[in-house]
């Protein structure tokens, strides 16, 4: 996904970054975990996850079914900021997307898929 240049030399993928930090940082708080005690958790410094949660860093992919587990929300849930997100979107906008976008949503379904088979084996 290419981004564009918006105001004050932020990119869309810079606020996309924001977004979901802001909600890894509220799904953190409901736990009523800290940064540290959070990365103590999952292996990580108090500093990646402050990345993580103010968008300067990318959460990799297998980070997220990680975080996901530790803190019981759904990768959608972080990315798209609801649970229905991808039912919605296959419904009305499926023949819109482009193939970047669906390599991005495969990606992400991937990463679900994985983030439930540990729950299974749990």
């Known amino acids: 996904m290419k981004s564009k240049n918006t105001k004050k030399g932020k990119t869309k993928r810079d606020d996309f970054l924001y977004q979901v930090g802001k909600r890894l940082a509220g799904f953190r708080l409901e736990k009523g975990y800290t940064q540290k005690a959070l990365g103590m958790r999952i292996g990580r410094t ?7 949660e103010t968008g300067r860093t990318r959460i990799p992919d297998e980070m997220k079914v990680i975080l996901s587990k ?3 929300f759904s990768i959608d849930e ?10 919605d979107l296959f419904e009305n ?3 819109k997307l482009s193939v970047n976008r669906i ?3 495969l990606r992400l379904l991937s990463a679900e898929l994985a983030r439930r088979n540990l729950e299974e084996k749990k």
């Open 78 to 87: 972080l990315l798209l900021g609801n649970k229905e997100g991808f039912e």
């Open 46 to 52: 108090a500093n990646t996850i402050s990345g993580y």
């Open 93 to 95: 906008n499926l023949k």
């Open 70 to 72: 530790e803190l019981s």
């Open 103 to 105: 390599s991005f949503y």
